[in-house]
């Protein structure tokens, strides 16, 4: 079967297509924005990018159109796909009929971590042994794919609550029907199909009402918002997870540059393990992590030990180059939570060190102001701050940055931006990219200026 999918390239339509490739079909597929690392590992995969959504791509009789969520109508590509009567279905859909049928899947849900939670989860279980498939939001180091099938009948997916389809305006996750549940956390974000928190709320009671009641939900007790989503109704065991008081499965840092943590289990069991991970934010991910695992059999010691050869998630606080003593990271942080955490994360890690950031504000909800108050706020304890301003932001969104001071510059260029961050930059700093797209490549740019001026 010939399998075209639109918008490939976004992280979880370029997992459906690399399980679909490694299923035997054929898959091709669009996107308006091809790069790094999804176009890569799609192309090593040998999958066509067509790059555009022009109707002259469906001349290739596909049997079947995937849909991503970007896609809507007015799109040339989806008005042909309708004219011509081509097949069609949405990612989350395929995802559930042709991998999902029969296994046992473990999803991770809720607004930070899903990310570094499921690949970890996917992680613990194949150093246990266990083989399982995965489909994640990125592209985990330890395997270098964003989605396998997996030799097993477990399988970790990252269970998104944005919409499906432009045919389908329900969340992702309530297509994967999980047994096992970690809530990571609930916040508003998605501004552009959510009107407020109770709406996401409702969207994930909806995923609630699918767990069976043998199943398990892992649920972080440090969280505001998860109390009042389980008293809308829950049919399943509930296990809290927490770095901080109460009851269940809890964890600390073993020393204060957090490379050492201490895992104790509901039963009062302790272990430790080294790590490379830093962060708050990052334990949590992994106790959920640990405590899912534990749940279909990984014995609690090898479980927390796995988080020793845990290599992190490509784009999430990801080190990509240094060049005279200064370090570059990657990160996706786009939420004010997210960015707040990944520079309090990285001051601890790195004391006396100067924390730069280069932020692109990108997403819908960024972009529509939702979180314009709290922007500020969540970049404060960065040194220096070099953000791009996007075209479509209205000037009340420069006058809420203004507590940033001098350590705030604001470019509405790629390339003028990083000029001036490589001139200003210092050795020892730790430069983070912050950014859900690909920030015009200022990040390869800068490393590439930097090698060129100051040497390797």
Known sequence: MHIHILGICGTFMGGVAALARAAGHKVSGCDGNVYPPMSTQLRELGIEIHEGFDAAQ?????????????????????????????????GPQWLAEHVLQKQHVLAVAGTHG???????????????????????????????????????????????????????KRAKFVHYRPRTVILNNLEFDHADIYKDLDAIKWQFHQ???????????????SDSNLPSLLQQG??????????????????????????????????????????????????ENALGAIAAACDVGVPFEAAVDSMARFDGVKRRMERTATVANIAIYDDFAHHPTAIRRSIDAMKKRYPGHRVVI?????????????????LAD???????????????????????????????????????????????????????????????????????????????
Not at 66 to 80: H, L, P, T, Y
């Open 58 to 90: 469906l001349d290739i009789k596909p049997d079947c159109v995937v849909v991503g969520n970007i896609m809507s109508r007015g799109f040339e590509v989806v008005e042909a796909m309708l004219d011509r009567g081509i097949p069609y279905t949405s």
């Open 234 to 283: 829950c049919w399943t065991p509930v296990e809290n997870f927490s770095c901080g008081d109460g009851d269940g499965w809890q964890a600390r840092f073993v020393k204060s540059n957090q490379r050492r943590i201490s895992v104790t289990s509901p039963s009062g069991k302790t272990a430790e393990s080294s790590w490379q991970m830093g962060g708050h934010h990052n334990l």
């Open 358 to 374: 280069a932020i692109e504000p990108r997403s819908n909800t960024m972009k529509m102001g939702v979180h314009k108050d709290a």
């Open 207 to 221: 995923l609630l009402r699918m767990v069976p009641s043998s199943g398990k939900i892992i649920c972080n007790g």
């Open 378 to 456: 969540s970049l404060a304890a960065a040194d220096v701050i070099w953000m791009y301003r996007p075209d479509d932001v209205g000037p009340e969104f420069e006058a809420s940055l203004s507590i940033l001071g001098d350590k705030l510059r604001l470019h509405s260029d790629y390339d003028k931006l990083v000029n001036d961050m490589s001139v200003k930059v210092l050795s020892g700093d730790q430069v983070i990219f912050m950014s859900n797209g690909g920030f015009g490549g200022a990040r390869q740019t800068l490393t590439a200026v930097l090698q060129r001026t100051r040497g390797a």
């Open 114 to 168: 899903k990310t570094t939670s499921a690949s970890m989860l996917a992680w613990i279980l194949h150093d246990a042994g266990l083989e399982p498939g995965f489909l994640i939001g990125g592209i985990p180091a330890n395997f270098g794919v964003s989605a396998r099938f997996g030799g097993s009948r477990y399988f970790v997916v990252e269970a998104d609550e944005y919409d499906t389809a432009f045919f389908d």
